[in-house]
């Protein structure tokens, strides 16, 4: 059971990383990435093929966040004379021609059968039953410290015009911030932190394939976004521990009601999942936690001066 758990919550991790990447592009800046599952991908596929060279954990990593924040940062090029709706488009496509390379050029990737024998970090030099513990403590540094540089973003003029480029990108313009140039860096950042996720998600897996990067995948990623609140990054990681306890606790619905079959209960449970995500934008639409909003102190009320009575005394 302590090792499920284990198990469980290192996914929740590889999640949680790649919430914070969107929650940063869309949730800051206001770009949908609806090809997470693809960039996903290609981080994972560039860690495992880099390390499989013997490059190293840290050569490889840092490889697949180059390749992926160069990729995101293409994507938003070309997508500068398009609006919102057909960005969403684009980075959708991109993932999918991804997720067909992968698939079809077998002399790279291996198609369908995936890449096995992916070196784990470390791995010899920590006992082999305290391995899971220690990578999952690696992978918490790896958030905090995500964590700890983008809410220092957030609070800093950077993240202010970042978010006024998506209230209002016309207004930002005008107020002489680089539209381009925030949008460019704020999705190529998001790529760097997607990649970091992919190149840990090889690593913790030891062998991928196309199967893994589904695009279910991205739901779940917006979902944790959503359920924890947008541009929110303590809301995002509730929103990540929230959304899998509910996938993997559903699992246990034929423990309970016997009288359905295994197809049954997949389709419950993304009905379970649905209604949880439409009551929570019912009763809470932003979210867990609301966004942090920047306070402004107000000053201090003067005491009001005591009327001065005079008395006339009649005599």
């Given amino acids: 059971m302590v090792s499920y758990l284990v198990t469980i919550l290192s996914l929740v991790a590889i999640i949680s990383i790649l919430g914070l990447a969107l929650n940063l592009q869309w949730g800051l800046c206001g770009m949908v990435n609806f090809g ?63 997720r067909l390379v992968v698939l079809n050029e077998e002399w790279l990737t291996h198609g369908s059968l995936g890449l096995p024998g992916i070196p784990r970090p470390f791995w010899g030099l920590i006992p082999e039953e305290q391995y899971e513990y220690w990578f999952l403590g690696m992978l918490g540094g790896v958030i905090l410290l995500l964590f700890l540089a983008l809410e220092k973003l957030l609070r800093s003029p950077f993240g202010r015009a970042i978010r006024a480029v998506r209230e209002d990108d016309v207004v930002a313009a005008t107020l002489g911030k680089d539209v381009v140039k925030l949008r460019v860096k704020v999705f190529a950042l998001g790529g760097v932190i997607i990649g970091i996720a992919g190149a840990f998600h090889s690593f913790y897996m030891t062998y991928i394939d196309p199967s893994q990067f589904s695009a279910i995948l991205t739901a ?49 449970r993304l009905i379970l999942i649905g209604l949880g995500l439409i009551l929570l934008l019912i009763f809470r639409p932003q979210g867990c936690f609301a966004e942090y909003r920047l306070k402004i102190k107000k000053p201090e009320k003067e005491p009001r001066k005591a009327s001065v009575q005079t008395e006339t005394r009649t005599t």
Avoid at 75 to 87: F, G, M, Q
Avoid at 227 to 247: D, K
Wanted: glycine share 12%.
């Fill in 220 to 268: 779940y990623v917006f979902m944790a976004v959503i359920a924890g609140g947008r541009a929110s990054n303590s809301g995002l990681l509730l929103g990540s521990v929230g959304l899998m306890a509910v996938i993997e606790g559903t699992r246990f619905l034929k423990d309970i009601f016997n009288i359905f079959d295994a197809t049954q209960l997949s389709a419950i």
């Fill in 36 to 98: 997470i599952a693809g960039f996903f991908a290609l981080g994972a596929y560039t860690a495992a093929l880099v390390d499989l060279a013997g490059a190293g954990t840290l050569v490889a990593t840092v490889a697949a966040a180059a390749v992926c924040g160069i990729a995101c940062a293409l994507v938003a090029l070309v997508s500068l004379r398009l609006s919102d709706e057909y960005l969403a488009i684009l980075t959708l496509g991109f993932g999918e021609v991804v």
